[in-house]
């Protein structure tokens, strides 16, 4: 026992050499000055040249078999699978990440710094990429090649990977990969990381994401506008018809009012998970509005464990240059993140109902896209034995949220493989994520390779009693 310890702490101190000694950096260096941009169609070239110049090689040296596989539905976006075989008998986890990245908006970068040049200052790694997704994959690969190196060129474990470069754009073709793929990709649990955690110095456990449908409200009366002085009071003003539709759905206090997109009660576990945890702790962080959303419950269980309406987009007439005349169109984008138990499939039709009965049914309702929401149960043996692993490692209680509050595609592999689904953040709140000057911390990192080898040796001294006590757990679940 003592001398398997022994090992594990020094597959941790491989991997923390790794980044003393620069390899994280270096290879950040490397893989941010890839422009791999989704949602630039130009880019597509780049996503191939990211697989084949940096993951499939850093694969290979652990003996992996790898295969780009074409997107079934969005051919600028391909897939690599990765695949390591030891034996039949140990554990097989399943890994993701993506390679590509949002628009570098270079422009609206703070001088002297670039999206496609990692600039290091104090703890701060700048870069696109550094936190979403590039940096968090490389952590997990890194720790995964100490281990490989410690235990002598084994793992312990079976292990696949299946990178995507379309997450940016939705994940395009992911859940038919994984119908199609589904024997390849068979495992006994997924790990992975993405997201932020709830701050910057604690690891944190999801478990699941919560869902999105993002729709449309639009009402077009005429088909072009009208003179607000010769035709005011006698038309009826687009605008603000959609405005009342809004104020309908939420109340003045972000209370969403249509019952049929509230979620079911919080759940006591849930809550009890997120007690004492506080959403936006970090100086970046803007300030949280006390008042708004559902009463009763704190701003983070009102982000992890309730839904929210909101509008992304507003739209009628032309406010850079108004004219004197009544708009003949209005419309709005808006967007449902909910929790599991919510009755998103019938979105539009609670909508429709709900404007009806308020008078406004003239309004029309469009779905644009909708994401399922996914949670892990907060008490799978596979919980368990992650946060111990966790706190093994870096002497810390890692927060155990039970689901994220923005939308990972989760459901691909926890609705399609049938997976517990673990995601275990190397990022933090206040990184920048999409925006201009993402970052990523470096004693985050530092930790969090920390954290993974251990996770990844636990999986292979631990796995298949996991595996074991699942299986009665699921039992008895069912019963």
Not at 42 to 51: C, K, N, R, S
Not at 176 to 192: G, T, Y
Not at 240 to 266: E, F, M, W
Not at 411 to 436: E, R
Request: proline share 6%; aromatic share 6%; net charge negative.
């Amino acid at each position: 026992m003592t001398q398997m310890y022994a090992q594990r702490s020094h597959a941790i101190a491989r991997a923390q050499a790794y980044f003393d000694q620069g390899g994280l950096l270096g290879d950040l260096q490397r893989r941010v000055a890839f422009h791999t941009e989704s949602q630039n169609p130009v880019q597509a070239d780049t996503q191939i040249a990211y697989f084949q110049q940096e993951i499939i090689p850093a694969l290979q040296e652990m003996g992996f078999s790898c295969r780009l596989l074409d997107n079934p539905v969005a051919p600028l976006a391909p897939f690599l699978l990765a695949r390591r075989h030891e034996a039949d008998h140990l554990p097989t986890v399943l890994s993701y990440g993506h390679a590509d990245v949002v628009r570098g908006d270079e422009s609206h970068w703070r001088a002297g710094l670039s999206p496609w040049r990692v600039a290091s200052e104090g703890e701060r790694w700048y870069g696109r990429g550094t936190a979403d997704n590039k940096g968090q994959h490389s952590i997990n690969l890194a720790a995964l090649a100490a281990v490989y190196a410690q235990r002598g060129g084994r793992l312990g474990f079976n292990c696949s990977f299946l990178f995507e470069s379309g997450e940016e754009i939705s994940s395009p073709g992911l859940r038919e990969i994984c119908q199609i793929e589904q024997a390849a990709l068979r495992a006994d649990v997924f790990i992975a990381s993405d997201g932020p955690r709830v701050s910057a110095e604690r690891p944190t456990l999801f478990l699941g994401s919560r869902g999105s449908v993002v729709f449309e409200l639009q009402l077009i009366l005429r088909e072009s506008g009208h003179h607000s002085g010769n035709w005011g009071g006698a038309l009826r003003n687009p605008a603000l018809v959609l405005a009342h539709a809004l104020a309908s759905l939420v109340d003045a206090h972000g209370v969403i009012q249509v019952p049929g997109l509230r979620p079911p009660p919080l759940e006591e576990e849930v809550r009890r998970a997120l007690a004492g945890l506080i959403l936006a702790g970090e100086p970046d962080s803007p300030t949280v509005d006390s008042d708004w959303g559902e009463p009763g419950l704190s701003p983070l269980e009102r982000v992890i464990g309730w839904n929210a309406l909101e509008v992304l987009a507003l739209e009628s007439g032309n406010t850079r240059k108004p004219v004197n005349a009544i708009p003949p169109s209005a419309k709005a984008v808006c967007q449902l993140r909910f929790v599991v138990g919510t009755d998103w499939r019938n979105t539009r039709q609670h909508i429709e109902s709900h404007l009806q009965r308020h008078g406004l049914g003239q309004v029309q309702v469009r779905v644009l896209s909708a994401t399922p929401a996914t949670r892990l149960r907060l008490d799978d043996p596979w919980v368990t034995w992650a946060l111990a692993s966790i706190r093994h490692s870096t002497d810390k209680q890692a927060a155990l949220l039970p689901n994220l509050g923005g939308t990972v595609p989760n459901d691909a592999f926890a609705d399609i493989l049938g997976l517990p689904t673990l995601w275990l953040p190397h990022s933090y709140p206040g990184c920048g994520q999409h925006a201009p000057n993402e970052h990523l911390l470096a004693p985050v990192a530092r930790e969090a390779l920390a954290l993974m080898a251990g996770i990844w040796w636990d999986l292979g001294e631990q796995g298949s009693q996991i595996i074991a006590q699942r299986a009665s757990f699921t039992g008895a679940a069912h019963v």
